[in-house]
Nanobody
Framework: QVQLVESGGGSVQAGGSLRLSCAAS?????MGWFRQAPGMNRERVAS???????TYADSVKGRFTISRNNADNAVYLQMNDLKPEDTAMYYC??????????????????????WGQGTQVTVSS
């Protein structure tokens, strides 16, 4: 059974940092982090290819960094300069090679086959 297990969420004040980790039992070409705030659609935050190239949502560029360790099937999200609007449930996801908008692994939730249970991130002002 495929499992993705996230850790590292929590509560911080604006301007603070958190590092999310995800341990996966499956190895896929694309791995990503998504988030979903109450009443909102799930959105892609960042994704990373097997080869290490990364893509980011405009809202987090320059603040968040995604990375992966292929040997351990792990993916990480370093979040700096957090803002209240970053508050959401964050999900780790894994999926096959795909194109979206001319970019590898940049697809939305339907492109990702495996999901973790989520970890809550709360940023207070």
């Amino acid at each position: 059974q495929v499992q993705l297990v996230e850790s590292g969420g929590g509560s911080v004040q604006a301007g603070g940092s958190l590092r999310l980790s995800c341990a996966a039992s499956v190895y896929t070409y694309c791995m990503g982090w998504f988030r979903q705030a109450p009443g909102m659609n799930r959105e892609r935050v960042a994704s990373v290819r097997r080869t290490g190239e990364t893509t980011y949502a405009d809202s987090v560029k320059g603040r968040f960094t995604i990375s992966r360790n292929n040997a351990d099937n792990a993916v990480y999200l370093q979040m700096n300069d957090l803002k209240p609007e970053d508050t959401a449930m964050y999900y780790c996801a894994a999926g096959p090679y795909h194109w979206a908008g001319g970019t590898l692994c940049a697809g939305g939730p339907p492109e990702y086959k495996y999901w973790g249970q989520g970890t809550q991130v709360t940023v207070s002002s």
